[in-house]
């Protein structure tokens, strides 16, 4: 079936400095994609979606990229804050079925 | 806060035993899927209601079943626990359509001794 994947399972960034989360999806037609951020005993937080007509979205302080030529999305974050330490997921959909693939997360820690 | 609310929050079962898990809905949504997580992983898609019909399933078996309501609340069923199912499951609304958000609530860990 198709997969989400995440190339690091575990990022350590600096406060202040940015963060960029990459994500792999191994199937073309998925066609819209979100970033979830997941705080320990939480649920999965809607962050930012993109669709696959556009390459580049920006919410407030996060960016999300999506290459769809070599199947890769990313979620860039500015100036990061503890606040921010979490698992990030990305998740693809396609259009026509209703459900979402999640990959296994990328954990955030950000160090003061 | 999403809007989404489940319960319980926690819950421990003993295998062989049946449980029932509720959500319900952010205001505005007539679409609500189930997903489970398991330890250190994505959440995986059970299944998804709109407007009271079964909309979609995940790979679960049988005794994974679910139910929506009128005001589009839900319930999540499983049957004949096993050690495996332990694990957070979290329930999504959304407004309908194929790409819209999915908003989570806060889940309901289940755990099966």
């Known amino acids: 079936g198709e997969s989400v994947g995440l190339h690091l399972p575990t990022l350590s960034v600096q406060e202040g400095d940015n963060s960029i989360i990459n994500c792999a999806y191994s199937?073309?037609?998925?066609?819209?994609f979100i970033w979830y951020k997941q705080e320990s005993g939480k649920g999965p937080q809607f962050i930012i979606d993109?669709?696959?007509?556009?390459d580049k979205r920006q919410g407030q302080r996060v960016t999300v990229l999506l290459n769809k030529t070599v199947k890769h999305l990313s979620l860039q974050i500015a100036a990061t804050q503890p606040g921010d330490s979490a698992v990030y997921f990305c998740?693809?959909?396609?259009?026509?079925?209703?459900?979402?693939?999640f990959g296994s997360g990328t954990k955030l820690n950000v160090k003061p | 806060e999403t809007g989404v609310t489940q319960s319980p929050t926690h819950l421990i079962k003993t295998r062989g035993q049946q449980v029932t898990l509720r959500c319900s809905s952010q205001?505005?949504?007539?679409?609500v899927s189930w997903y489970q997580q398991a330890l250190g992983q994505g959440p995986q898609f059970i299944f998804q209601?709109?407007?009271?019909?079964?909309?979609g399933r995940g790979n679960f078996p049988p005794r994974f079943s679910g139910l929506q309501f009128p005001n589009y609340s839900s319930e999540l069923n499983v049957n004949a626990l096993e050690l495996d199912d332990s694990a957070l499951y979290l329930c999504?609304?959304?407004?309908?359509?194929?790409?819209?958000?999915?908003?989570f609530g806060q889940g309901t860990r289940l755990t099966v001794v």
């Open positions: 199937n073309s037609a998925s066609d819209y």
């Open positions: 998740a693809e959909k396609v259009y026509n079925f209703n459900k979402f693939y």
């Open positions: 209601y709109y407007r009271e019909e079964e909309n």
């Open positions: 205001s505005g949504h007539n679409t």
């Open positions: 999504a609304s959304s407004a309908g359509g194929y790409n819209t958000e999915a908003f």
């Open positions: 993109i669709r696959s007509n556009m």
